[in-house]
Each structure stands twice: as structure tokens, then as C-alpha cells.
Nanobody, 112 residues
Framework: QVQLVESGGGLVQPGGSLRLSCEVS????????MAWYRQAPGKQREFIAV???????NYAASVKGRFTISRDNAKNTVYLQMNNLKPEDTAVYYC??????WGQGTQVTVSS
């Protein structure tokens, strides 16, 4: 049974930071490509960042330079460090494994 359990979302002021975590169980995590997506109300789900099993990364232009994806294979966990947050970053953030498995989503709200 593959499960992705996310944590770290919440309310933050513009310019602030949050770190999202996603712990994966039921798979050989070290070989998986992991990604973060987000979806704002009434909008399509949007790709944010990906990290491969060889630690290569790629980012959406909207977050490049502000967000950092990383992984800790010993903890079966992928992270998304979000800095200099903007109101337009407000969305439900989803963890994804192998373009197949999804977390439940965690709300990030950026507001003053």
C-alpha cells in the first residue's frame, strides 16, 4: 500500500517561508522520481518542482529561485522549501511519486 503523507502547510505572510514534507511508504523510495504540484481554487493543477533518483531537479518558472526541492532517502521523505512567498503561491500543494501516486494535499495560504 503506497501512501504519501504531507505536512508543513499553513498560513504565512508575504515574504515568509514554509517547508513542506512528504513521507512515502510502501515503495522503494530511493529509486523514485518525486515532484510537487499545486492547485489554486478554480485553476488547473500546476507542476512546481521535480527531483529524480539521481538528484537532478527542475522547477516551474513561477517558483524558480524561491523554492527548493530536496530528498532524504534515509527518511523516505521529499521536501519543498518555499522562500519569499507571494499571495499567488496560495494553493493546495500535492506530493507526487512516479507520476502515479499522490498525497492528500496540504493548504498553503500566503496573506497579510
Amino acid at each position: 500500500q503506497v501512501q504519501l503523507v504531507e505536512s508543513g502547510g499553513g498560513l504565512v505572510q508575504p515574504g515568509g517561508s514554509l517547508r513542506l514534507s512528504c513521507e512515502v511508504s510502501g515503495r522503494m523510495f530511493s529509486i523514485d522520481s518525486m515532484a510537487w504540484y499545486r492547485q489554486a481554487p478554480g485553476k488547473q493543477r500546476e507542476f512546481i518542482a521535480v527531483i529524480t533518483n539521481s538528484y537532478s531537479t527542475n522547477y516551474a518558472a513561477s517558483v524558480k529561485g524561491r523554492f527548493t526541492i530536496s530528498r532524504d532517502n534515509a527518511k523516505n521523505t521529499v521536501y519543498l522549501q518555499m522562500n519569499n512567498l507571494k499571495p499567488e503561491d496560495t494553493a493546495v500543494y500535492y506530493c507526487n511519486s512516479q507520476l502515479r501516486y499522490w498525497g492528500q494535499g496540504t493548504q498553503v495560504t500566503v496573506s497579510s
